[in-house]
């Protein structure tokens, strides 16, 4: 059984999702965990070998630290290739998607399909280890089963296999990937959370490292789930709710009391503190328009959870949201935005009378 006082690099994540952990995405969360693990958005193999390698793997690696580069494939040349990069760009780690059931996926021969040919996996993983020798891990990503499977023996002798290729990691969601039927996102909501073939995974295999992923969305189960895998990977609650990850590195990463402000004495965090947070990342898309060209609205798209649950929410994301003002500079917008959720925040009525 995993104890919460042994602290490794995969103790707490946050998932690589499709369209939404860019590098934007990824500068944003950094602004607020210095050292929970990013994942990049999945890159195919093929887009790194035949496409524009700059585009896809482009990233702050000083700032950013700890990433990971999360890759899709089948062919383990091309893999292997995959995996040169990731050290060459600077990347922490290389993860292999073996749990996305997309149809776009599965007509690749990858993604969730790959755990009906753990052999391949692992002659995949045993490619990635001899191209990275031993600079940065090689990890897999992975589901507990496909389709209407619903026995443990499936998931145990995958992660057998693959680890006797030399992987040490697997990240599980705990949920059956259903290739025929589902969308992506119903196959994020219907198939069933069972974390207890997860927890089975740790205590049969002692020696991996097992973290889980799949429907944990707060503290209290990010506790829970640490009590019995060695990390925790947590995905769309981390990016609708940014704010959630405020107390992580504290929290569950062993870097002590948050010593910055952003709690007031009731413990909810202080609105300066995330409007600081929002002046950062202005002057990052700022920098990244200036240097880039890049759009202020295709940046500021992934911190527009930042004040949820704050008076005057609404009408600052409104403002972020709205593409009339692409043409104005991102202080311009930022200065409107503030405008409007200081005017829709009700007034503190004066106790005196």
């Not at 690099?9 to 934007?24: E, G, I, Y």
């Not at 700890?66 to 922490?92: C, F, K, N």
């Not at 045993?126 to 992975?142: E, F, R, S, W, Y």
Request: net charge neutral.
């Amino acid at each position: 059984m995993a104890g919460t006082t042994q602290l490794n690099p995969w103790r707490l994540s946050v998932a690589p999702m499709m369209a939404w952990t860019d590098r934007h995405c990824r500068h944003f969360h950094r602004l607020i965990t210095s050292s929970t693990r990013l994942y990049t958005e999945m890159v195919t193999t093929g887009a790194l070998v035949h496409g524009d390698v700059a585009k896809h793997l482009r990233h702050e690696a000083e700032t950013e630290t700890p990433t990971a580069l999360q890759i899709g494939g089948s062919e383990p040349p091309e893999m292997a290739h995959a995996a040169r990069l990731a050290v060459q760009w600077g990347y922490d780690e290389v993860n292999l998607n073996c749990g996305c059931p997309s149809k776009r996926v599965q007509r690749g021969a990858f993604g969730a399909c790959l755990m009906n040919e753990a052999g391949l996996v692992a002659d995949g993983v045993k490619a990635m280890l001899d191209a990275v020798g031993g600079q940065i891990p090689v990890t897999v990503k992975h589901r507990i089963g496909i389709d209407r499977q619903e026995c443990y023996s499936f998931v145990r002798d995958f992660v057998g296999t693959v680890a006797q290729a030399g992987c040490s990691v697997f990240i599980v969601h705990a949920r059956n990937a259903w290739l025929q039927g589902l969308s992506p996102k119903e196959n994020r909501e219907i198939p069933p959370l069972r974390y207890e073939l997860v927890h089975q995974l740790k205590v049969d295999f002692p020696e991996l490292t097992i973290a889980i992923n799949g429907g944990i969305n707060h503290g209290p189960a990010i506790e829970e789930q640490l009590q019995r895998v060695d990390g925790v990977m947590v995905g769309r609650a981390a990016y609708r709710d940014p704010v959630l990850m405020a107390d992580w590195d504290s929290r569950f990463l062993g870097l002590g009391p948050a010593s910055d402000g952003r709690y007031q004495s009731d413990g909810v965090i202080d609105d300066d503190w995330r409007l600081d947070i929002e002046q950062r990342m202005v002057d990052y898309i700022g920098r990244q328009a200036a240097l880039n060209g890049t759009p202020w609205a295709h940046a500021a798209t992934h911190f527009l959870g930042l004040w949820n649950g704050r008076p005057g929410a609404r009408a600052w994301r409104q403002v972020w949201s709205d593409h009339r003002l692409k043409a104005q500079a991102v202080s311009e917008v930022f200065a409107l935005a503030r405008q409007a959720r200081l005017a829709a925040a009700p007034v503190a009525r004066d106790p005196t009378g």
